[in-house]
């Protein structure tokens, strides 16, 4: 378990003695792909770290339809927000691939958080959550082709491994629409295809398309 734990962003550089205090209050399962995690409105004990698979957050529609809102990936946490409000979960975790993933106890897990690191680290994470947010609401004052651009400039995690449908919803936009802007962009040089990710190969060029 400890050794799962040193996996996670949170536990970094973290004493045995501490971990070991951790795992005990802590447990791995092991998720299929398509696999919830937990639903919008379901209230539990725990938070989550993940020792390696991809997991997404997502809203629904009225009609039921996924609305994609984050991605989570090796050694990220996610479901702490929610325990340190006292609230139910705001949005479902679905697993995108095969996951291994930590469950910690929350309330044997809150006598660590006023504490440094972790104290820090939280504060650190939570302020760059309301942050990518804020940034990422700027999208809806761009058109489509720009939309793209914003987004591979200051969130290119988004283009890493993620089906191009879940992040057309998340732009919102259709994916043929997604599909025909990276194409152009491909075509002229300014990112390319690498192991099933989107990188940015000419930085200035895609920055003077925004401005």
């Given at each position: 378990m400890i050794k799962n734990l040193k996996q996670i962003s949170l536990f970094f550089n973290i004493d045995d003695k501490t971990l070991e205090d951790i795992a005990s209050f802590s447990k791995i399962v092991d998720y299929k792909k398509d696999n919830i995690i937990f639903y919008e409105g379901e209230k539990n004990n725990f938070f989550?770290?993940?020792?390696?698979?991809?997991?997404l957050m997502y809203d629904s529609d009225l009609k039921g339809n996924i609305i994609p809102k984050n991605q989570f990936g090796c050694?990220?946490?996610?479901?702490?927000?929610?325990?340190?409000q006292n609230k139910p979960f705001c949005l479902s975790a679905k697993c995108m691939s095969e996951c291994?993933?930590?469950?910690?106890?929350?309330?044997?897990?809150?006598?660590?958080?006023?504490?440094?690191?972790f104290s820090d680290r939280i504060i650190k994470m939570l302020s760059n959550q309301i942050m990518q947010e804020i940034e990422f609401n700027k999208l809806q004052k761009y058109d489509t082709t720009k939309r793209v651009i914003y987004t591979l400039l200051n969130f290119p995690q988004k283009f890493v491994k993620k089906k191009k449908y879940m992040l057309a919803k998340e732009l919102n936009m259709s994916p043929e629409t997604l599909s025909r802007i990276l194409s152009k962009l491909?075509?002229?040089g300014i990112i390319c295809y690498c192991d099933k990710s989107i990188k940015v190969i000419d930085y200035k060029k895609l920055k003077e398309m925004i401005d």
């Open positions: 989550y770290g993940i020792v390696y698979g991809q997991v050694g990220d946490i996610f479901g702490l927000i929610a325990k340190i291994k993933i930590i469950k910690i106890d929350y309330e044997n897990f809150k006598t660590y958080i006023s504490n440094p690191p491909k075509n002229e």
